[in-house]
Structures are given as structure tokens and as C-alpha cells.
């Protein structure tokens, strides 16, 4: 993996057409995105291996180092109690399987820190998954919102979470917000409580522990509009800031490529 001095550098691997597709207006403004770790490589349908292989990670993402930790994790399953663990995270147990809900929909991981599952499970999701069934506490969620830069941990990484996360949603609902409220429901969203409704508001579980609240505002009487997304107070017992920027960024990056398919 390359490390950039500069968008630039991105830039001139770029096709240059401006063709939009991944959502930003230019070639060079989505050079900016991932330089800042705003967007990985691959939000380009139109880039080569080579590129998005040189560039994989940006200026801000975990790259290499992800994968490394993702075949750590993977080879620390096969000392993993799955009794144990189904236990403590609410999940069950099938056979050699250890089986959660993400976004409602059953994840199944083996002992060789295997997926069965109908979801694409890349770095963004596995580390965090794999994460919280090692090490996650199952404490439940207590229904109170903070912001991720209140966690701990979060503050020093909040810029990068709201660029990669609250700043592109709030791109995809500000476009269509009518497309954006149907696509978040389709990842088994619930309702949030009256005192947090907004003009779309709804609680996406990651995991069954580690629910997040999006909320977005149409701009209206001179206000812009505005998206935020808070996350339960245990999630701290649950999972690390790092984890949550990782889920995060993979949520919003399955967003923006459902937006292209149905936009």
C-alpha cells in the first residue's frame, strides 16, 4: 500500500471523467476524499486493481494493517468458547457456528474465522465483528445517546467519523431523502423515541449490543440541513472508538453504493 504526500498523487491515477458515480462532483474532489480517508479507493467503480491496490487506505485508513488484524482475529477464533461468547453478546450457537445479528440478518463465523452469510463482509465489518465476539462485554443498551466524540476515544478520532460518516449520509439524504429513508430501513432499522424524532430518525443495531441512532434534518425556514449519529452510552463496554469508525464507514459506504444502484 502506498501512503500519498497529497491528493494529487491520487488524482492523476483517476480517469478524470467526472462521471459522478461515486458521488462526489469531481475526479479530484473524490482524490480529496481519500486522501482525508473520507472514502477508500474502491468507491470508484471506474478505477483498475493497480490503483485501488496502491492506494488501498488512503491517507487515514487502516489499509494493510487491517488485514493483518483481520487474519490475526480470524486465527484467534479457533480458541474462542462459543458457548461462552453466544452467552455474552446474545448470539447462538449452530452446530461449529457461531451465529449474531448484523442489521437483523444472521452472520454465521466458524472456528477458522469463516463467514456464512448473504452480507459482503469486508475489513470495515470482519475486525469489528470479530472483535466483539472476542471481547465484547454484552452489556446491554441503556437507550442514552451520545455523540461519538464522547466516548472515549472518540474525541481524538471524531473529525475522521464525521467526515467518513455523518458528512456523506447527510450528502445521501440531502439528494434524495425520500431514497435515503428507504434504504436505511433496509438494514432493520426501529423507531426512535418521541424526544429524538427528526424529519428521518431511526436506531440501526450493528450488533445486537451496539445499536447506533442516525437523525437528519431537512434544511427548512433558513436552516441548513444536518445529520448526526449518537451512539448508546454502553457502547464503551461493547467495542472501541476504532471499531465504531470502522462499522460506521462501512455502513456508509454500503449506503452510497446501494444509492448508485437504486438512485
Avoid at 485501488?52 to 487474519?71: A, H, S, Y
Avoid at 440531502?174 to 424529519?199: G, I
Avoid at 471499531?243 to 444502484?261: D, I, P, Q, V
Wanted: overall charge negative.
Amino acid at each position: 500500500m502506498s501512503r500519498p504526500k497529497n491528493a494529487m498523487e491520487i488524482f492523476k491515477h483517476l480517469e478524470k471523467s467526472n462521471c459522478r458515480e461515486c458521488g462526489e462532483t469531481s475526479c479530484l474532489a473524490f482524490a480529496g476524499a481519500v486522501f482525508t480517508g473520507a472514502k477508500p479507493i474502491s468507491a470508484c467503480p471506474r478505477t483498475d486493481e493497480a490503483t485501488r491496490v496502491l492506494f488501498q487506505g488512503g491517507e487515514g485508513e487502516t489499509g494493510d494493517n487491517g488485514d493483518i488484524c483481520f487474519t490475526e482475529l480470524k486465527k484467534n477464533m479457533a480458541t474462542c468458547d462459543f458457548a461462552e461468547a453466544a452467552q455474552r453478546i446474545g448470539a447462538e450457537v449452530s452446530g461449529e457456528t457461531l451465529v449474531l445479528k448484523v442489521f437483523g440478518k444472521d452472520v454465521g463465523v466458524d472456528h477458522e474465522g469463516r463467514f456464512y452469510t448473504d452480507l459482503h463482509v469486508n475489513p470495515y465489518f470482519g475486525v469489528p465483528l470479530l472483535e466483539h465476539i472476542l471481547h465484547g462485554k454484552g452489556v446491554q443498551p441503556k437507550g442514552e445517546w451520545v455523540s461519538y466524540r464522547d466516548i472515549p476515544g472518540g474525541r481524538e478520532q471524531y473529525n475522521l467519523f464525521h467526515r467518513r460518516c455523518e458528512v456523506n449520509l447527510k450528502r445521501l439524504a440531502d439528494k434524495r431523502s425520500d431514497l435515503f429513508d428507504d434504504l436505511v430501513h433496509l438494514f432493520d432499522a426501529t423507531p426512535v423515541e418521541p424526544q429524538f424524532q427528526s424529519d428521518i430518525s431511526v436506531i440501526l443495531h450493528f450488533f445486537p449490543t451496539v445499536p447506533m441512532m442516525i437523525c437528519y434534518w431537512n434544511d427548512e425556514d433558513g436552516f441548513d440541513s444536518a445529520l448526526n449519529i449518537y451512539c448508546d452510552n454502553s457502547t464503551m463496554d461493547n467495542m472501541d472508538a476504532h471499531c465504531l469508525l470502522h462499522l460506521g464507514s462501512g455502513f456508509t459506504y454500503m449506503m452510497e453504493k446501494l444509492a448508485l444502484r437504486h438512485g
